[in-house]
């Protein structure tokens, strides 16, 4: 493993702080796959003109060499494959969330998401895996025939349904009912006040024994502690021999929250990398992200006990570490536009990656465009997963999902 620049204080690192840090994860590790950009022979409309060949999969292919020896290509991180239901970004943001909630004595997660929400199922999976109960309110009216995400939050998880004028005021939607979970003798507490301590084990955590301690993760998981598990992932795509310490990268990642690309952008600067980082703006304005962004620095340098400036060195340039841009067709966040899940299927068919068109398609899209107009840096795109989300996709969008052959 290549060294991590030190800290002039102390002598910490970034190794240090990851190595102190108990993970759900069992490995960072991910696939890393190689997709080549082929022009497309059939006509459709810009950015859709393109073919595409995943060479990691089938690197053998007219002896490894033909119409993909030249052409531009891009990286994918698999994080898609981390988990059989609960994968991607999601899995990531509470890697070192939720060891560290059970560390604190937590017995119940409080937390809420849309009907199809990839965050509220990923959080009831890891909690019942690490021994937590799982309490999930999903936005709206309980489904008549429950699929996809919805699905496994109702089997993992205690689910309650709350009204839209409800849902509005998050906040206090999910603290009182994290209070009607912990009862008369129970704590509720919230998982942002918990990440900001420090990082020691809490022996007497002040509840009766039996009570219960109740947690609330506010809805995406986008505090401070989220951003830990991001930057092991840029630590360990640092040391893969296909990635070079001071080779130009651009990383491409779809925001929903902005956590994950601002972890990106800080593991970067952490590690002294030449690394930059694009996120593609799904669900809120870019006056929106930056605050976001701005206040996610400012915990993690909490966080680091006032060494963050030690830590980067040189390579410290504010609050403002990712590049932040509009999706190539903007909409109003949840809207699929016309083509994009025959796109899709098009890019399953060809490389065996899935992906959906209201997040991550956005990713390959820029990722796609970057490495077409740019040769000479890597451009890779990290694969946020979210590909349950699907099921509710075929069930409003059916006309979309038809077989183009007749048996």
């Given amino acids: 493993m290549r060294p991590s620049p030190a800290l002039a204080g102390g002598g910490r690192t970034v190794a240090n702080l990851l190595s102190a840090t108990e993970w759900m994860l ?31 999969t089938a690197p053998k292919r007219n002896g490894g060499k033909g119409e993909e020896e030249g ?35 937590a017995t119940d997660v ?58 509005a005021h998050r906040d206090e939607m999910l603290y009182n009912h994290a209070r009607k979970v912990a009862g008369t003798g129970g704590t509720v507490l919230w998982a942002d006040d918990i990440s900001k301590e420090d990082f020691v084990l809490d022996e007497d955590n002040g509840c009766e024994i039996g009570s219960r301690r109740v947690v609330i993760i506010k809805e995406g998981a986008g505090d401070v502690q989220a951003l830990l598990g991001v930057i092991r992932l840029v630590e360990y795509l640092y040391n893969l021999s296909s990635f070079h310490k001071h080779e130009n990268v651009h990383v491409v990642v779809d925001a929903g929250t902005g956590t994950t690309a601002v972890g990106l952008a800080l593991g970067a600067v952490c590690l002294g990398l ?31 006990h006032n060494n963050y400036h030690e830590m980067v060195g040189e390579n410290d340039i504010g609050d403002s570490l990712v590049e932040w841009v509009e999706r190539f067709s903007p909409r109003r966040f949840g809207k699929v536009l016309n083509g994009e899940i025959a796109l899709c299927r098009q890019i399953a068919q060809q490389t065996g990656i899935l992906l959906d068109p209201m997040y991550t ?33 075929a069930q409003r969008y059916s006309s979309h999902f038809t077989s183009d052959e007749q048996t």
């Fill in 110 to 167: 409080v937390t809420c998401g849309g009907c199809q929400s990839a965050h509220a199922a990923a959080t009831a999976v890891h909690c019942a895996e690490w021994g937590m109960r799982p309490h999930i309110l999903l936005r709206g009216e309980q489904p008549d025939i429950p699929t996809g995400y919805n699905l496994i939050s109702l089997m993992f998880g205690n689910v309650a349904y709350a009204s839209r004028s409800v849902y």
């Fill in 274 to 304: 030449h690394w930059r980082v694009t996120a593609v703006m799904l669900a809120d304005t870019l006056e929106r992200y930056k605050e976001r962004e701005k206040s996610l620095i400012s915990d993690f340098k909490k966080l680091c």
């Fill in 361 to 393: 398609l956005a990713g390959w899209e820029q990722a796609v465009d970057l490495c077409v107009g740019d040769s000479r840096t890597k451009v890779v795109m990290i694969h946020t997963g979210g590909t349950l989300g699907f099921c509710g996709l």
């Fill in 26 to 56: 069992p490995s960072p590790a991910t696939q890393v796959h190689t997709i080549s950009v082929l022009p497309s022979h059939s006509p459709p409309s810009p950015p859709h003109h393109f073919a595409f060949s995943n060479l990691t």
């Fill in 71 to 105: 052409r531009p290509r891009f990286e994918v991180v698999r994080d898609d494959l981390l988990h059989p239901l609960a994968n991607g970004n999601k899995a990531r943001k509470l890697d070192a969330l939720l060891p560290l909630l059970r560390r604190r004595g």
